[in-house]
């Protein structure tokens, strides 16, 4: 068997916390994997309320973007190789689509294909406090290969800024993809 290709699918759905998609986008970038985007449009309104930056700015991070009604798009076929797909961050509503198999857009079609395929799908879910459903549909997703990982913050690191503190957690679940990104601080132990 070969190795994936050096390309990861990017989705940005409609919770609170659209600049972990930036920054994973921002990442993807820095170490020269191309990133496929797909946004909601809750996302975009998201990244108007929580943001300085337009669709254009967000669109311009990727090197490709796809339409979220494009089902026919490359990322919704299992034969389109990847090294896995990042949800960040990943609203409730997406995580139960995910969880049923039943997919209405491109985003949920292309994590659906993520699971199918048994490549890494990491969900940065985003929502508190989580009710019996909520952790219900996670477990469902975790039985079915996803890996359920909200960014939080890694006091360890001693973050000075809320950057440093969204780039730790992005960093993490990028290592989920098998990709190291030179902003994460590692653990090395307990200080003496």
Known sequence: MTSSPNRVVVGISGASGVTY???ALDAL???GVESHLVVTKAALLTLAQETDLTADDLSGRASVVHRLADVGASIASGSFRTRGMIVAPCSVRTMGEIATGVTSTLLTRAADVTLKERRP???MV???PLHLG???TMAALAEMGAIIAPPLPAMYARPDSIEAMVDQSVGRAL????LDWDRVSRWSGLNA
């Open 21 to 23: 998609g930036v920054r």
């Open 29 to 31: 970038r820095e170490m």
């Open 121 to 123: 799908l990491v969900l």
């Open 126 to 128: 985003r929502e508190t």
């Open 134 to 136: 909520h952790l219900r």
């Open 175 to 178: 290592d989920l993809l098998g």
